[in-house]
């Protein structure tokens, strides 16, 4: 079965220090993962996709990277404004382009 | 602004209403998805379209009916609302099987 497992739940930090974000995940034959920012009262935004294990990718203050079984969401130097929930997923291995999502990350940043 | 629209944004409703809350994008996507959004529960899928006059059921699809007439419109009907169905709804569509979905704001659904 496709799943999807973020942690931590919930994160603080101070500005300027940095962290990262887990997501582990089991699908059969890996088609995307993806990761969503989203603001409180909005829909998700869409960050980053990577297809394969090595990959890299960067935004700003953050950068996604991938394994066989997890993807990192490393924030460097975090800013007040990157204060919001991260949203992780899968594409499904059944072939209907569905995404799968962790139940995300809120993260807040203090300053 | 190209994107994906979602009407109502906010709605209340008496147990038993019927009401159906619309989907639109104009960039020309294929695949369409209907979620809901509970705390603690993360996104779960209702209902998704992978073309128009196509629909399939998600995870979560009892007491939801949905109608994919024309590509840009997605529509989800409750048939008789219950306070189960407190919740908010996205829309997302993509153009490709691997390529992330455009989310649309939300309907923040109240059932009474």
């Known amino acids: 079965e496709d799943q999807v497992t973020q942690s931590p739940e919930a994160l603080r930090l101070q500005e300027g220090e940095s962290s990262s974000l887990n997501c582990s995940y089991t699908v059969s034959g890996l088609r995307g993962l993806f990761w969503y920012r989203q603001d409180p009262g909005k829909g998700p935004e869409f960050l980053f996709t990577l297809y394969s294990a090595g990959e890299e990718k960067e935004k700003e203050r953050l950068k996604a990277t991938l394994t066989k079984k997890e993807s990192f969401l490393h924030i460097t130097a975090p800013k007040p404004e990157d204060s919001a929930t991260y949203l992780c997923a899968v594409t499904s291995s059944d072939n209907t382009g569905k995404l799968i999502f962790g139940q995300g990350t809120t993260l807040q940043v203090k300053p | 602004n190209a994107g994906v629209t979602q009407t109502p944004k906010f709605r209340v409703l008496k147990t038993g209403q019927s009401m159906t809350l619309l989907c639109a994008q104009d960039m020309n996507h294929e695949y369409m998805y209907w979620y809901r959004q509970d705390p603690g529960m993360g996104l779960r899928l209702i209902h998704y379209?992978?073309?128009?006059?196509?629909?399939a059921k998600g995870e979560v699809p009892d007491g939801y009916n949905v109608s994919r007439l024309k590509k840009q419109n997605f529509l989800l009907g409750l048939e008789s609302a219950a306070p189960s169905q407190t919740s908010v709804y996205f829309c997302a569509s993509t153009i490709s099987r691997v390529y992330g979905y455009t989310f649309g704001s939300g309907t923040r659904l109240t059932v009474v």
């Open positions: 379209s992978v073309g128009e006059g196509t629909t």
